[in-house]
Structures are given as C-alpha cells and as structure tokens.
Nanobody, 115 residues
C-alpha cells in the first residue's frame, strides 16, 4: 500500500495551494480519507476529513478557507487551500482509513506560508 502526497510548496500569505493524495495497492473498503498537519514543536492535528459518502469535517482554524474533495474511483483526495496564513505552515500528511480498521499514512508534504 502506498499513500503519496503532492502539491506542497512555498507561498505568500493570502495565496493558494492544492494538495493531492493518491492511495494505491491492496486497499479495500476505504472509509475515509483525511489531511492532518504537524507544525514544528506541535502535535499532529486533523485539518479535514471526508468519508466515502462525502461527509466532511474541518478544523475550526481552516473552515471557510480549505476545501477537501475526493475521487473515489481513483482513491484520491484533494485539499484546496486559499487565503493561506503563516500559521498554516506545517508538514501535511494524508491518512487513509478503511472499514477493516487499517490505517495508512503518507510521507508528508511541506507547506510554507511566508508573511
């Protein structure tokens, strides 16, 4: 099983980025896909999550700025981020959660927002 993120980078405050995460391999019954982030010296936190039925939830700090979407046929999840702030700077990780209670993580992609 591979979970691969892409789309991170350096952007100025107020800018936008789109993250992509593709899961491949022997994954059966994906229940949900999510984005987490971890800033230096802080715990990893949930940013956004989307279930197989399309239900979403977001961290309060990103509501109205980030949008999670998913292509079930491709086992791919996206995170559109607008109005980025320096406090959004972190390594963003993709998580895949299955109905068999397996849990997969990507290697992370760095997002840096300069002020």
């Amino acid at each position: 099983v591979q979970v691969v993120e892409s789309g991170g980078g350096l952007v100025q405050a107020g800018g936008s980025l789109r993250l992509c995460c593709a899961a491949s391999g022997s994954i059966f019954g994906i229940r949900a896909m999510a984005w987490y982030r971890q800033a230096p010296g802080k715990q990893r936190e949930l940013v956004a999550r989307i279930t197989s039925l399309g239900s979403t939830n977001y961290a309060d700090s990103v509501k109205g700025r980030f949008t999670i979407s998913r292509d079930n046929a491709k086992n791919t999840v996206y995170l559109q981020m607008i109005s980025l702030k320096p406090e959004d700077t972190a390594v963003y990780y993709c998580n895949v959660d299955t109905w068999t209670q397996s849990d997969y993580w990507g290697q992370g992609t760095q997002v840096t927002v300069s002020s």
